[in-house]
């Protein structure tokens, strides 16, 4: 199934969702139409261990604190296994069930949840059904996920937009496929994903690794797609993305960065500053870290 049919965020009302504001309870999520100011303070993740270990949680995420604005792309970075996903996961309200979250996590200042379109969530992992071509997928996306105001037309005019939003022109008519059946380049079936996640205009979109799997040229030119979105249909979206090994080229598209080390903030601040000898020193530190769990 796409993950864009996964439950919308803020919808689930689990452990790992967003908890309700007892000061001014909302059942009714609300729609944000102007940008999403998402803050976290002081957010930890916990998992329970399996059953017959010593009863402990083991800690995923440690008092991670920052913030992502409207019209900005805040990479998330650092080593396998740190807790990028995770922290993605705890601030669109999907954790699983065995996760506990504590901390604050405020969407224009306010506790609250969103309502179904107003974010989008891409996956780490592509699931699309392999049958159908590049227009067959995203147009029977459009046409589940957009509004029963639009008329088919205008959910087609919104599908070929957002194909050519993604670059995806020329691959419009070739199957996705998948093991057996060749089909569209793993970059082309990335952006395909993105297009799937994107077609309902989200304000807020959290990408799990939208380039993995991809070379430089490929990470690049999905990056800067994304990075123009913004621009090219002027709605100041907030986007947060988990990335590994940007070049310096990607590394540019970053307006924010929060690095992390094994589930703790090494990092968050303007990806401009990386060239400080601060952050240096503390990339160094997670490649030490990486090393000593390869070695
Ligand atoms: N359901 C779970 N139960 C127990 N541990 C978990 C669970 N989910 C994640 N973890 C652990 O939490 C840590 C962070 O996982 P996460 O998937 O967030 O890492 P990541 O930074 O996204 O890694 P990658 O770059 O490989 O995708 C890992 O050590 C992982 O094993
Ligand atoms: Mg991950």
Redesign the pocket.
Same mark, same amino acid.
């Given at each position: 199934m796409s993950s864009s049919l996964c439950a919308p965020l803020g919808t689930r009302r689990g452990r790992g969702g967003y908890v309700e504001d007892g000061s001014s309870r909302q059942d009714v999520p609300i729609v944000v139409r102007e940008g999403v100011y998402l803050t976290w303070e002081e957010l930890w993740v916990t998992?329970s261990k399996p059953s017959g270990k010593d009863g402990k949680k #083991?800690i995923?995420l440690e008092s991670q604190t920052g913030y992502a604005k409207p019209g900005e792309l805040l990479a998330v970075m650092?080593?396998?296994?740190?807790? !990028? $996903? $995770? =922290?993605l996961d705890a601030l669109a309200g999907r954790l699983?069930s !065995? #996760?506990k979250q504590t901390g604050d996590i405020l969407i224009n200042g306010r506790k609250q949840a969103l309502a179904y379109g107003t974010s989008a969530y891409l996956t780490?992992e592509d699931a699309m059904l392999t049958t159908l071509t590049v227009e067959e997928a995203v147009y029977y996306s459009a046409q589940l996920q957009l509004p029963d105001s639009m008329s088919k037309f205008e959910k087609k005019e919104r599908a070929e937009f957002t194909i050519k939003e993604m670059g995806l022109q020329d691959a419009i008519h070739t199957r996705i496929g998948g093991c057996g059946s060749k089909g569209i380049s793993g970059g082309q079936k990335r952006r395909v994903s993105i297009c799937i996640e994107i077609i309902t205009r989200p304000n807020l979109l959290f990408l799990?690794?939208p380039t993995s799997g991809l070379d430089s040229a490929a990470s690049f030119y999905v990056m800067n797609r994304i990075a123009r979105l913004n621009k090219t249909d002027g709605i100041q979206r907030t986007i947060i993305a988990?990335i590994?090994q940007p070049n310096t080229q990607v590394f540019q598209l970053f307006h924010n960065l929060c690095l =992390?080390s094994n589930?703790k903030l090494v990092y968050f601040g303007p990806a401009s500053a990386a060239n400080k000898v601060r952050i240096w020193r503390s990339l160094v530190c997670v490649s030490v870290q990486l090393l000593s769990c390869v070695v």
């Open positions: 998992m #083991a995923i650092g080593p396998s296994g740190c807790g !990028k $996903t $995770t =922290l699983n !065995k #996760a780490q799990d690794e988990s590994h =992390l589930g």
